[in-house]
C-alpha cells in the first residue's frame, strides 16, 4: 500500500509540478513566443533582448491585443511581470489578461503610463484599471462607479521606464501593487463570476508594450 501511495504521489508531483505546493514558477515568455506557444490576437507579438532582460514585445493597432499562454490556467495566486509602456496620450495600456474564457470574455488589471506623472490631478488617479469584458470595461465602470475601480500610484514610475507589477487574485479580491510598495495601488471586488480560465499578456487600443520575467504563482 506504501509503494501505491508513493507511485500516485510521484505521478502527481510529473503531472502539476510544483503548482501543487504553490510555489512561483516563471514562465518563459520569450522561449513560449519564439517556439509559436504563445501567439498574439490583433497584435504581432516579437522578442527582444535587453541587457540580462528577454522579453516580448507587440506591435500597435487599433483594439485589445492578447497574447494567451497555450495549455495554462489561472485561478488564484499571484501574478507578476516587469512591463514597459510609452509616455503618449491614449497610446499606452498594458497590463495582464486572466480568467479568460476566449478572447472578449476576460478581467484585465492594465495601466496607463502616461498618467503616471502627469500634473493633472484627474489623469494621475487613472494610472491603473481593473476591468471585466465585455460587460464592464473602463467607460463604464468610471461612470457608475467612480474612483472605484481605477486609481493613482504613489510614489509612481517614469512612463517610459521599467515597472515591477504584482497582481494578487483571491477571488473575489484583487490587490495590485508597483514595484516595492508594500501598500496596494488598487484593491477591489472582482466582478467576474468565472473563477479560472486562461492567461495572458494584454495591450489596449493603439498600443504597443513590452513585458518580461513572468512569476506566476499559485494559491
Known amino acids: 500500500m506504501r509503494n501505491i501511495i508513493k507511485f500516485a504521489f ?27 506557444k504563445m501567439k498574439g ?22 483594439g485589445d491585443g492578447i497574447a494567451w499562454i497555450e495549455g495554462m490556467d489561472f485561478t488564484n495566486g499571484t501574478i507578476e511581470l516587469d512591463i514597459k509602456g510609452r509616455d503618449i496620450l491614449q497610446q499606452s495600456f ?41 460587460d464592464f470595461g ?30 494578487v487574485v483571491n477571488y473575489p479580491e484583487i490587490k495590485v501593487y508597483v514595484n516595492d510598495s508594500q501598500t496596494p495601488s488598487l484593491e477591489i471586488q472582482e466582478l467576474n463570476s468565472n473563477k479560472s480560465g486562461k492567461i495572458g499578456i494584454w495591450v489596449g487600443n493603439n498600443s504597443d508594450g513590452q513585458f518580461a520575467n513572468l512569476v506566476i504563482t499559485p494559491k
Open 10 to 36: 510521484s505521478v502527481t508531483i510529473l503531472i502539476f509540478g510544483n503548482n501543487i505546493f504553490g510555489q512561483s514558477r516563471s514562465i518563459d515568455i520569450f522561449s513560449l513566443v519564439q517556439s509559436g
Open 138 to 167: 473602463w467607460e463604464k465602470l468610471r461612470t457608475d462607479h467612480p474612483g472605484v475601480y481605477e486609481k493613482g500610484i504613489d510614489d509612481p514610475p517614469l512612463a517610459t521606464e521599467w515597472f515591477h507589477a504584482k497582481i
Open 94 to 134: 498594458v497590463g495582464i489578461a486572466f480568467h479568460g474564457q476566449n478572447n472578449l470574455t476576460f478581467e484585465s488589471v492594465y495601466f496607463r503610463p502616461f498618467n503616471f506623472r502627469s500634473t493633472d490631478p484627474l489623469r494621475k488617479i487613472h494610472a491603473v484599471q481593473y476591468t471585466f469584458n465585455p
Open 41 to 62: 490576437f490583433n497584435r504581432t507579438v516579437t522578442t527582444f533582448t535587453e541587457g540580462n532582460r528577454k522579453g516580448i514585445s507587440f506591435d500597435a493597432k487599433e
